[in-house]
């Protein structure tokens, strides 16, 4: 498993907080175009901003497998004295953030101790759903709902597992309001990229990635963002390749003591964007209940 992933402590608010940051636009920066060590410590550092506030050199050294000096160097290169000058300035833009993130590790480390495979992968996925509910993600969210409200067209995409909460989140919208698109249904990129030729100025694309990241949703959210798109990402960091394109950022934790990634902090954000969405207008709520009376005819016991 890649260390950087590993349950360090994260919250979408404390990624998104320091991201936003004027040091956090630094490191941002140095991810895009730095040497290789200074990208893969600035992937580390906007992933685990917590980690990074609350921890040593040697621990950032052990857990991101870069040398304590290729640190100093890095810290130095952004204008500040020494490292603890840099976990100093980290902790002030994380510091809210914190305490509820140490309470999350704290409680993962006493569940998953001596604990089954199964029981850490719930005992995480009940930290990572709770590590959403913050102020940010929230605001985000009633962001992307107005920007969906507002689109000509939406388009939504995602390949390999999150192909799957793409398919959620069109499902999801499209009883609700006209020309909504889930760009991979069949045919693989190819298909997906000639469909996407439609889009246009007015236009939203959702585009979701997810550790392992697909090539092609970059690839293909570039494409759209040249054809005058908006771009949504949903993703789980700010290092993400999507996130780096983005007109605007929803973050979800993947990390999973087990699998590559965990799809259900997602999953979590979708439904709640599409409960955001759907109390948005009146007019949504007058064709949930159309479809209701509608379905109802087709449930077991008429959907009671």
């Not at 990624?15 to 490191?27: E, N």
């Not at 604990?115 to 940010?136: F, K, T």
């Not at 697909?214 to 494409?223: H, T, Y």
């Not at 990634?261 to 954000?269: D, H, I, M, Q, W």
Request: net charge negative; aromatic share 6%.
């Amino acid at each position: 498993m890649n260390k950087s992933t590993e349950n360090l402590g994260w919250t979408a608010g404390a990624t998104r907080h320091f991201a936003d940051s004027a040091l956090g636009q630094q490191v941002v920066a140095r991810m895009r175009d730095g040497s290789k060590s200074q990208r893969a410590l600035s992937d580390f550092i906007l992933r685990n901003p917590v980690f990074v506030a609350t921890h040593g050199i040697e621990d950032i050294s052990q857990a991101a497998g870069i040398s304590a000096s290729t640190i100093s160097r890095y810290v130095r290169d952004l204008g500040i004295d020494n490292y603890a000058a840099f976990r100093a300035e980290v902790a002030n833009r994380v510091h809210d953030l914190i305490a509820p993130v140490t309470k999350l590790e704290s409680r993962l480390a006493q569940g998953a101790q001596g604990a089954s495979a199964s029981e850490s992968s719930l005992a995480s996925a009940r930290a990572q759903l709770d590590s959403l509910s913050d102020d940010a993600t929230a605001a985000a969210i009633q962001q992307a709902t107005k920007t969906l409200c507002d689109a000509r067209q939406i388009w939504v995409i995602g390949f390999g597992l999150s192909a799957h909460l793409a398919a959620i989140l069109a499902l999801g919208l499209q009883p609700y309001r006209d020309a909504v698109f889930n760009v991979v249904q069949f045919g693989g990129t190819e298909v997906a990229a000639g469909r996407l030729m439609s889009v246009g100025p007015g236009d939203t694309v959702v585009a979701i990635s997810f550790p392992r990241y697909s090539s092609d949703v970059i690839e293909l959210s570039k494409a759209a963002k040249s054809m005058g798109a908006n771009l949504i990402a949903l993703t789980d960091s700010p290092a993400s390749p999507l996130a780096q394109i983005a007109d605007q950022v929803l973050m979800a934790p993947a990390q999973h003591p087990i699998l590559s990634s965990s799809c259900l902090p997602g999953l979590a954000l979708i439904e709640a964007l599409l409960a955001e969405f759907l109390l948005s207008d009146p007019a949504h709520v007058h064709r949930a209940g159309r479809m209701a009376a509608i379905m109802s005819a087709y449930l077991a016991d008429g959907g009671s």
